[in-house]
């Protein structure tokens, strides 16, 4: 009998190596940032994310609309908005990603728990950026969605750090979620 149990020892100790806990947030010692519950989910799908800045906002940011990105692996539609050829030379982001989450972006370097309009969020220098003029704020809508806002400065005039781009980036990712909940009740 005791030679059966250890020869059942290595298949139990493997099954158990391949197990994962499946939740909503990760287990406090996963080392991935931990986001306030968010007050509720929202249907993100169905909205055009260069609609989400009104007139009167993107007024307010100093830019006009540039254009609409197609949808991409990992990620759903956008909308850049741009100030050129003029300083400031910067422009906004908006991606509704309905193909995965605010998890996309851990194991990102400079990532900071913070939150917009009362959603949990992350946020962190562009993917190929160096953080020291953009930031990417992506806000925790529901299960595997995220709204994503970004700001990327690319002129000379202006002093930029990578605080005052996430403060710039967090500005327009209000502004874009007071649209959303408008829309989505």
């Known amino acids: 009998m005791t030679r ?3 020869a059942l020892l290595p ?3 493997l099954c158990a190596a391949c197990t994962s806990a499946v939740g909503g947030a990760p287990a406090p010692d996963s080392g991935d940032p931990q986001l306030p ?3 509720r989910a929202l249907q993100v799908d169905q909205i055009d994310p260069c609609g989400v800045l009104t007139t009167t906002q993107v007024k ?3 830019v006009t609309r540039y254009g ?3 949808t991409q692996e990992g990620q759903g539609p956008g909308c850049d908005w741009i100030h050129s050829p003029s300083e400031p030379i910067e422009h906004y982001t908006v991606g509704i990603n309905t193909r995965g989450g605010v998890e996309q972006v851990f194991g990102q370097p400079q990532l900071e728990v913070t939150t917009v309009m009362g959603f949990g969020a992350i946020q962190a220098p562009a993917l190929y950026g160096t953080g020291k003029q953009d930031c990417v704020v992506n806000i925790d809508v529901a299960p595997s969605q995220a709204v994503q806002v970004g700001y990327f400065y690319n002129g000379t005039t202006v002093p930029m750090t990578h ?4 403060r710039t980036a967090h500005r327009a990712a ?3 979620m007071q649209t959303i909940l408008a829309r989505t009740g």
Do not use: F, M
Request: net charge positive.
């Open 163 to 166: 605080e005052i781009a996430c």
């Open 11 to 13: 298949a139990v100790t």
């Open 4 to 6: 059966r149990w250890l």
């Open 37 to 39: 519950p968010r007050p």
């Open 68 to 70: 609409a990105s197609k």
């Open 60 to 62: 307010s940011l100093g």
């Open 174 to 176: 209000a502004l874009a």
